[in-house]
């Protein structure tokens, strides 16, 4: 199946700093989505971003498909920023999304 | 949009015996899925339906399990003598999707039900 490398794994920021997570997959794509899981484990929607470029509030993300990877950028985070961000890959094969491992974000004061 | 529920959120169970989680999708979406997640993991995927209709299914998803979603609304998913092992998050989503379009869609996913096998 096609494999979802995330980077870092660890994050620790100070409240204010910017930071890049980063989503390499090993195949083409038609799906492709991040989520923010939150301390009590609910998975919330990001961004659906199988390529191109959005932005919401302080959150961005970029994706080039022909080059198998994702970005999402966190501006000015904010103690509420921490948990765990997930990039999630669905393959031309089927429907199901392909998790990477996540990488856990603690911003402190 | 009351969002996707699960019930129970917990569920704790000793070895051998069954258990059945139900999945609430958002009302108007016909295509749900449900996913594992273990600690420290990404949600792993376990299956899918489109409608009643269960069209993909995961090699996680042993004989011991099963899903349903009889009437293309709510699913269950049940879990015959449970082991050690199974304990996990168990995770439903839903999404749109649309009549006659093959494309994919953004998945939209539930608190969980948590699973704690003694």
């Known amino acids: 199946g096609i494999q979802v490398e995330q980077s870092p794994p660890d994050l620790i920021l100070q409240e204010g700093a910017n930071s890049t997570l980063r989503c390499n997959f090993s195949?083409?794509?038609?799906?492709l989505q991040w989520f923010h899981q939150n301390p009590w484990g609910q998975l919330i929607n990001l961004f659906y971003?199988?390529?191109g470029t959005k932005q919401n509030g302080r959150l961005s993300a970029t994706t080039v498909a022909t080059e198998r990877y994702s970005l999402l950028y966190i501006s000015s985070s904010q103690t509420t920023d921490s948990g765990v961000y997930f990039c999630?890959?669905?393959?031309?094969?089927?429907?199901?999304?392909?998790f990477g491992k996540g990488t856990s974000l603690l911003v402190t004061p | 949009d009351t969002g996707v529920s699960q019930d129970p959120r917990h569920k704790i169970t000793k070895r051998g015996q069954n258990v059945t989680f139900r999945c609430d999708p958002i009302?108007?979406?016909?295509?749900l899925y449900w996913y594992r997640q273990t600690l420290g993991q990404g949600p792993e995927f376990l299956t899918y339906?489109?409608?009643?209709?269960?069209?993909?299914k995961s090699r996680l998803l042993s004989d011991r399990f099963s899903a349903e979603r009889p009437k293309g609304s709510f699913s269950t998913l049940e879990i015959q003598r449970t082991e050690q092992g199974d304990s996990a998050m168990y995770l439903c989503?839903?999404?749109?999707?649309?009549?006659?379009?093959?494309?994919?869609?953004?998945?939209?996913f539930g608190p969980g039900t948590r699973l704690t096998v003694l």
């Open positions: 989503a839903s999404s749109l999707g649309g009549l006659g379009l093959a494309g994919p869609d953004t998945q939209y």
């Open positions: 339906f489109q409608n009643e209709a269960q069209l993909e």
């Open positions: 195949d083409s794509v038609n799906n």
């Open positions: 971003i199988p390529s």
């Open positions: 999630a890959v669905g393959s031309n094969s089927g429907y199901a999304l392909n």
């Open positions: 009302s108007e979406h016909n295509r």
